[in-house]
């Protein structure tokens, strides 16, 4: 069992900056592929960015490319986003994710997830 915990959402206006993080418990973490997903209201839950156990491979959904960085922490099994240049249609849940599958974008390729934290982008 793996358990999730994000955290660092917040409300902010367009332009500023935002870090997510997201801590593992229960099990190895070092071999999984982490990501971050974002669902809007009324909206489906969709990709933001992933990562793999060593760092060197970072995938991003096309919308937060040069926006959002994802990165990851082994020895503190965390995993990070930072966020800039932050859009209203930005606004979202965020959640954290974790399965086996590199690179993968839909949700039903993924194990665990967190609950959630709330990010708002409004002026």
């Known amino acids: 069992q793996?358990?999730?915990?994000?955290?660092?959402?917040?409300?902010?206006?367009?332009g500023d900056s935002l870090r997510l993080s997201c801590a593992a418990s229960g099990r190895t973490f070092n071999t999984a592929y982490m990501a971050w997903f974002r669902q809007a209201p009324g909206k489906e839950r969709e990709f933001v960015a992933g990562i793999t156990w060593s760092g060197r491979r970072k995938d991003y959904a096309d919308s937060v490319k040069g926006r959002f960085t994802i990165s990851r922490d082994n020895a503190k099994s965390t995993v990070f986003l930072q966020m800039n240049s932050l859009k209203p249609e930005d606004t979202a849940v965020y959640y954290c994710a974790e399965g086996p599958f590199v690179g993968g974008i839909r949700t039903s390729q993924y194990e665990y997830w967190g609950q959630g934290t709330q990010?708002?982008?409004?002026s």
Do not use: D
């Not at 999730?4 to 959402?9: A, D, F, M, Y």
């Not at 990010?119 to 409004?122: D, G, H, L, R, Y």
């Open 119 to 122: 990010v708002t982008v409004s």
């Open 2 to 14: 793996v358990q999730l915990v994000e955290s660092g959402g917040g409300s902010v206006q367009p």
